[in-house]
């Protein structure tokens, strides 16, 4: 597994990143607030605050849901992943009624070609602070710490309890100021049209409380994800899950407590979530879903690996769902159980490890055929271990533009993946197909973590 970070080496005995070294160390000194470490959203050095939050969510639940089938140190490794980013969140949110929504210009970084270590563009922070909103940022980062405090309560109780006790504040924080933080005329231009909030806050508001929900147990989150399903939208969009629009997710994550605990009251949203499911299934009447000629589950609007390994995960997690609740789903024509979800997910998984027409892993660093030429500046530029000067904006571009391979290899990150007819063309600038994230690596932490305890020849 592994996600870009600020720094090299911070996965416990990991010499994959030989090539990182320190950035970021001044990141919030411009607001007198330690802002460093998190996690730069892909290939760029920003740190958007918003995916970076779903990123940290995705990580968590992977750990929840399947983490007991990860062996020991790959459970740590997975943990220490959650940690650096639950830090950094924790300090955009240590002030009261203000967060802090991402640190770096990205109009800036975006005309540069440099290593995260030579950084010289503008670190600038945006903020939001009361009563001004950011439901969709505060709400995922509550979900996030709420998740994480889950992950971690058997491993570190203090820790954990910090967590939750931050997540319900800054719930609070975004129940009670609503509103798009991209709305924020001091804001817009530097979130938009990279980590806009496209799809609405309201969803955010119901994830963040689903998991407080789940974490805590309190009565007034269940009420909360009772009463308001209908005014927040959770009926809508439900064959969306991604870092901008939750609705998906939320709907089988609250679908657990219908299944497991005959909470009844919930049960609009495991409807939703039976009916996303059968929309994924080839043979029932209600398939909606397009998948590539190879078999790839495929969304119109780029960097498609984020909706076939975020679709992947809930499928998994829903069979697990299902069976410990005995449980199937009535898809009209075809009756679905746990089975069929997880041999779905095991071709999405075939194919992005290189099943596919292309015959190509889109995991970087996995098998002898694997994108040489991904869209990631440190990735493509020369490591400061081997190239100690300097190289500054502008001088970065020839490796941009250059068609050799990268000469460090980003073991484990995956790209966005092929277009609709299954091509891939390995081209650095075509970022859409060539660029990793955070958000596609995420869920298929979860995801490997069960095929390789369940189908150990398919990893």
Known sequence: MFFEGQRSGFLPNDQRLHWRANSGLGDGSYVNADLTGGYYDAGDNVKFGFPMAFTTTMLAWSVIEFGEMMPPNELRNALVAVKWSTDYLLKTVAQPDRIFVQVGDPNIDHNCWERPEDMDTARTV?????????????GETAAALAASSIAFRSFD???SETLLRTATRVFDFADTYRGAYSDNANIRSGVCPFYCDFDGYQ???????AWLRRASGDENYLNYIQNNGKTLGADENINEFGWDNKHAGLNVLVSKEVLEGNMYTLQSYKASADSFMCTLIPESSSSQIQYTPGGLIYRPGGSNL??????????LVYAKYLEQSSSSINCGNVMVGPTSLRELAKHQVDYILGENPKGMSYMVGYSDRHPQRIHHRGSSIPSIKDHPQVIQCKEGSIYYNSSSP???VLVGAIVGGPGEDDEYEDDRVDFRKSEPTTYINAPFVGVLAFFAANYPNVI
């Open 126 to 138: 945006y903020t939001v602070q009361a009563p001004n909103p950011a439901s969709d940022v505060a």
């Open 157 to 159: 109780p203090g820790y």
């Open 203 to 209: 969803d955010e508001l119901l994830w963040g409380a």
């Open 306 to 315: 984020q909706h076939s390994t975020t679709i992947t995960f809930l499928l």
């Open 406 to 408: 990268n000469p460090n």
